[in-house]
């Protein structure tokens, strides 16, 4: 039976973007005997999947750039009138 992990094989068939980040965090698994000290790299690993620290650091600029424009809006507002 032959496992291929979905990490492997991109869309094109080429490597997949991730795998890199897949075998780092695999071999640390298997060179260790305290999982605990792979977590940075499985982090790296689902980062790469799945852009969630990306998607969240994106929404807090969005939102930093929405309050800074409502606040500045309002300013111009009291200084025309």
Known sequence: VVCVHHALFGVSGHEGRCYKFWTTFSECMM???D??????????YLECLHH?????RHNMVQ?????????????MKEDLW
């Open 35 to 44: 999982p605990a000290q792979c977590m940075p790299k499985r982090e790296d």
């Open 52 to 56: 969630r620290k990306e998607y969240l």
């Open 63 to 75: 939102l930093a750039r929405k309050e800074k424009m409502e606040k500045d809006a309002e300013q």
């Open 31 to 33: 060179n260790t005997d």
